[in-house]
C-alpha cells in the first residue's frame, strides 16, 4: 500500500469509527427508521461537494451504466448496514462488543467475495488472519 492509499486507509477507518460511535450515542434517542433517513440525506453533503469540487476543477467524471448500477448497489447496501446497526444498538448491544464483531464479519465476508468472486489471490497467511479475526470475535464476544 502506498502513502496516498495509507492516509486515506486512515481517513476511512477514523470515520467509520465516528459513524458507529455516534450511532450508538443516537440508540434510544432518535428512532432507528428516522436514524437511517438522516444518515441518507446527510450523506449527499459530501458527495456533493466533492462532484461539484471536480466539476469547477475540471477533473475527469466517468459514468457507465455498470458504475451507476454499482453505486446504487452501495447506497442501498450502506442504508441497510445503518438501519440494522440502528437496530442492534436499539435493542441494547454494547458498542465495544458489536461493532468490532459486525464489522470484522463483514471484512471477511467482503473478503472472501474478492477471492471468490473477483479472483483475488488466496495465500496461507490470508488463511491465518481468517481465523485470527475469528478467534477475536470470540474474545470480543466472550470477554
Known sequence: ???????Y???AFVCLASADFFMKLSAGRISSSLNTLI???TAVVPAAIWVAW???????QVMTREGVLTSMAVGVS???VVVFFSLTFAN???LSVASPTIRLI???LAS????????????WRYALGLLLTFAGVYFIITR
Open 1 to 7: 500500500m502506498n502513502l496516498s492509499a495509507l492516509v
Open 9 to 11: 486507509a486512515v481517513g
Open 39 to 41: 444518515y441518507a440525506m
Open 54 to 60: 471536480e466539476r469547477l476543477t475540471n477533473t475527469s
Open 78 to 80: 450502506f442504508s441497510l
Open 92 to 94: 441494547g448491544a454494547s
Open 106 to 108: 463483514g471484512l471477511v
Open 112 to 123: 472472501a467475495l474478492g477471492i471468490l468472486v473477483l479472483g483475488e489471490q488466496f495465500s
